[in-house]
């Protein structure tokens, strides 16, 4: 047998083939777009910001010191942080058998055996839903921390609800402007928020290690707290488990940014699993640093901003000022990258027809190679689920509610149907072997288990101000795509859509 027909050589053929990005997005129906201009670093950069350790500690830690206390800060951290690896792992693999901007509504398609528009549809609105109000919320809380720093540096300033809502929309104009010019200008923004996070997580931790006269004691980290207001203890610390499963969300950003990035097929999915490790790892460092500070647990649980109350009391009102400086720039990368990621899904799910105005929706700008009309829907959507905070803090929250729970149901729907497609499914470069079902079940398991936490009650007792409305704004979204999907989608909407054959689309191209 000759070598150029042997096995091996079959193989390293179709490697090659796969790492073609034109050829496998041509393969799938789609003539290219966007411009490639995403390097294994910056698809790695988009979900370590968007998932953006700092952020996502400094804004749900108060919670976590009521609901469970240091015990459940750091070892729920490690704990949660395997199970989410896992799913990560799963739409790794998944993303390097579909490497496109439709991410996890398109291979939902893909992956059903039956009623591939359906799947596809209502994963593709969780998603959707979920990526604005992971925009909405994160800006949301950007503004709260700059009126925090504004009131701290001139204790005249009184931060008020319209105020947070102007600042919120002033954010989300700059964060569409920057979208809007270049992706080499995203790019090197989201370079730039690596090293922001990295650097700054070094400097907040080194701060909290030299600074101090004391720290804890090393059983400290034991300690458990429940101010939840139930009794149950296991139910509070369960609870607890959201303060990470709120952090590690937006990871899907690297899958979004396929037909961005050269050699999709592999760097997506590294992308998407280096990203979540990296932030395991750096994000548990961060949690015992601000653990071990605590000083006066009572007095700094009950502030209105406690890990700022904790930078306050262990290192000094000048040193906490520069540190929260840290902290907003985060917020203002991750809300930048969420705008990213949520605008190319627009994009993609507009190019299949599923969205009002999709011809408008999916156009690309000629200059910049951008889908440019897509990131302003995806800044106005964010603002209008920001506005209800100008007169009801709880309004606001029962909206941006649906962020976390819409997009790990939009995680579960693929791994499930990779899941349930068994030996059929046919995976990419990137793959996890024999591995991948036992991962994917694992995935799916604790995608269900996360989501049943995400909408039950959180504080006792229950009123309108403490109520939990993620279940309300989840069947709220549901029940609209529903509506919509037996009203008219269900005829016109069939799943991703090919656009002819792999030479037909490769005549598509934009040059």
């Known amino acids: 047998m000759s070598e150029h027909s042997s096995p091996a050589h079959a193989r390293r053929q179709a490697a090659h083939v796969a790492l073609d990005d034109d050829a496998t997005l041509h393969a799938m129906g789609y003539p290219r777009k966007l411009t490639r201009r995403f390097r294994a670093f910056d698809n790695f950069a988009i979900s370590f910001t968007i998932i953006n350790i700092i952020s996502g500690i ?27 690896l896992f799913v990560g792992a799963s739409m790794a693999e998944i993303a390097s058998a579909y490497p496109t901007s439709g991410a996890l509504y398109f291979s939902a398609g893909k992956l059903a055996k039956r009623h591939k528009g359906a799947w596809s549809w209502y994963t593709g609105w969780l998603n959707f839903i979920g990526q604005v109000g992971g925009t909405a919320a994160t800006d949301f809380a950007a503004a709260t921390f700059i009126q925090s720093f504004v009131a701290l540096q001139w204790p005249s300033y009184h931060p008020t609800a319209p105020q947070t809502v102007g600042i919120t929309a002033v954010i989300l104009l700059l964060q569409a402007l920057a979208n809007t010019y270049t992706v080499r200008l995203v790019a090197i923004l989201n370079r730039i928020s690596v090293w922001w996070l990295l650097i700054g997580l070094v400097v907040i931790v080194a701060a909290l290690i030299a600074v101090p006269s004391d720290h804890q004691s090393a059983g400290f980290v034991t300690h458990f707290v429940n101010n939840t207001g139930f009794s149950d203890a296991v139910y509070a610390g369960m609870l607890g488990l959201l303060v990470t499963s709120w952090t590690f969300t937006g990871f899907d950003g690297s899958f979004h940014m396929s037909e961005e990035t050269v050699q999709a097929t592999v760097n997506a999915p590294r992308g998407i699993v280096r990203a979540v490790g990296f932030s395991a790892l750096t994000g548990l460092v961060l949690m015992l640093a601000l653990v ?7 007095a700094e649980a009950a502030a209105e901003a406690p890990p700022v109350q ?76 920001v506005v209800p905070g100008w007169w009801s803090h709880v309004a606001f929250t029962a909206v941006v509610s649906i962020n976390v729970v819409g997009l790990f149901l939009a995680y579960g729907v693929p791994i499930f149907l990779r899941l349930r497609l068994g030996d059929d499914f046919r995976p990419g470069p990137w793959n996890l072997g024999r591995f991948g079902r036992p991962v994917a079940a694992v995935a799916v398991v604790w995608i269900v288990l996360s989501n049943i936490l995400f909408m039950l009650p959180q504080a006792s007792p229950i ?14 979204v549901l029940v609209i795509a529903t509506v919509w999907w037996f009203a008219a989608a269900r005829r016109r909407f069939k799943g991703p859509v090919s656009y002819g054959s792999p030479d037909e689309v490769a005549a598509m191209d934009l040059i």
Request: glycine letters at 10%; hydrophobic letters at 55%.
């Open 58 to 84: 400094f804004s749900s830690f108060g919670f976590g010191m009521g609901a469970g206390g240091p015990r459940v800060l750091v070892f729920g951290w490690i704990g949660v942080s395997v199970m989410v």
């Open 463 to 476: 009123t309108a101000e403490s109520f939990n409305y993620a279940p309300i704004a989840l069947v709220v």
């Open 292 to 298: 071990y500070a605590i000083r006066d647990y009572a």
């Open 310 to 385: 904790i930078l306050i009391d262990a290192l000094g009102l000048s040193t906490a000022k520069l540190l929260l400086l840290v902290v907003i720039g985060a917020m203002l990368f991750c809300g930048l990258a969420n705008m990213t990621s949520n605008t190319r899904q627009i994009f993609a799910f507009s190019r299949d027809g599923a969205m009002p105005g999709s011809r408008l929706w999916h156009s690309v700008s000629p200059r910049t190679r951008t889908p440019v009309k897509a990131v302003w829907l995806a800044a106005a959507c964010a603002l209008v689920l």
